[in-house]
């Protein structure tokens, strides 16, 4: 589904940022991905780099099978297959929740307005708030504008979702809401790739967790394996950091 | 309640009150004082000539065109229609009832009086005012879309956009409006027209150049609040629409630029209201707009102070509209 080959990333901000160091890996069909690591670690960056919010400097990167990095490739097409939902939700403002979904199917998948305008109802049964629909998003909680912006990106019918931190930016009591939406389309057989600092999501929905740190991959294992025995140093510090009671 | 807050809102409305006072009397003050300079120079104000800048009645005198004998006078629809009959030609006219001074049979000279009648008529001034708002709206349509598109230039990664956008923006910015002007006229003007002639063309009326000059102005003008405005648009709003497989022309066009220009509405009511006022200066290349049209009644009138204020007033009638305009459009968008 989606293949990352020696992929390299380099920010230049004041001083060289190497975000991603010869990052590879293999994510399959509905397979669910937790991407886990330390602020700084290029997790994000690598999510980023999958749908080519930034641009790879070196390396392959695939989704099924289209690279991407090709500059023939009509990123736009990849993109509308790939979901992707933000730490910030990133709705649309001065669009109601309806039209925020409704938006890029009829502009980008130019489907007809009732066929979009069902699909939204159906999305907003789905993530639970079919009430909310005619509201802006500055009237919604963190939790609900979270779940109208999965619901944009699942308006789209993508093939992968990718979520950035997706429950970072949220009050303690929303985030249930949110990972409860995210573990009904795991179960659905979703392909998903999720960076979080949720744990117990990854412990109970994570086919694979992958580990980073410096910009590149540490550790990639199953969740059982990642919280009794894990291998390397780095990783033992960092659970042992962030599973503290 | 306590009768400390008490007196002390009593203290405060009552400075407020001074205050009050004292603003009437600085503005009276003023007044008397320009009133009493005009007298102490002779100035003779005469209010009562100013409205027929504005409105006045005209006398209409219908006079034939041939010679011969009245023919018929009849009444038709409120109106009168006489018929002269010469030689060998006859000629018709139609004026409102009431204003005939001929009678049937009358024999009528080349240039006789048929009839006469008054008519009211816009005065100069109205004239003028009403092409200051043709011009500057004309220029403010052009203006907002050169902006708009200088705007996306200026932010375009394309070198050949960007560089262009730039040089424009610089060049009309570090120059004076009215020199621009003069190159409008004097040197695009006659150069186009010139062209234009050789080719067998219409001729394009000097009014046009005006407008050219006061659009590429605000044009630039508006083009940098265009690219503020949507570079205060939060990346993360381009991000999610890029995502979801827009290109950059749908994002720009769905998502950003409707916030973006929401922001702007406030600024480039601003950039407006000043030009027209800056549409003052197309005096200067005989477009006869309110300002040239207070010259040329003061010239006529000899009554400079009352025509002045009346010039100033009618502008100040021209942006407050526009500015209340623009206030009721930005609370109705951001109220959605």
Redesign the interface.
Known sequence: MIEVKNVFKTFFVTHEVRALVDVSTKIAAAEVIVVIGPSGSGKSTLLRCI?K?ETANKGRIYIDGVDILDPKTDI??V??????V?Q?F?????KTVFENIT??QT???KRSKEEAAAKAVALLEKVGIPEKADV?PDQLSGGQQQRV?IA??LA?DPKVMLFDEPTSALDPEMIGEVLDVMKNLAREGMTMVVVTHEMGFAREVADRVIFMDEGAIVEVGTPEHFFTNPTHDRTKLFLSQILRP | MNPDANLLRFKKSRTYYLSACAFFLIIVGVVLALYYSAMSIDYVWRWYRIPQYFIYLDKVEIRAEIEGEVDSITTKDAKVVIVVKGLDESESYSVPTGSVSVEESDFIYFGDVLAQYEKWRVGILIMGLWLTLKVSFVAIIFGIFIGLFAGLARISSNPALKWSAITYIELIRGSPLLVQIFIWYFVLGTLINNLLAKQGFWQIPPIWFGVAALASFSGAYVAEMVRAGIQSI?R??T?????????YV?SMM??IL??AL?RIIPPLAGQFISLIKDSSLLGIIAIRELTKATREVVTTSLQPFELWFVCALLYLVLTFSLSMLLQYVERRTLA?
């Open positions: 749908n919010l736009n097409k993109r509308a297959e790939v979901g992707m933000f910030s990133n709705l649309f403002p001065h938006l890029a502009v980008v998948r802006y912006a944009r990106a789209m | 939060h993360g709003q991000e999610a629409s890029r995502s979801l497989g827009m290109t749908q769905h998502v409707p916030q929401r959605q």
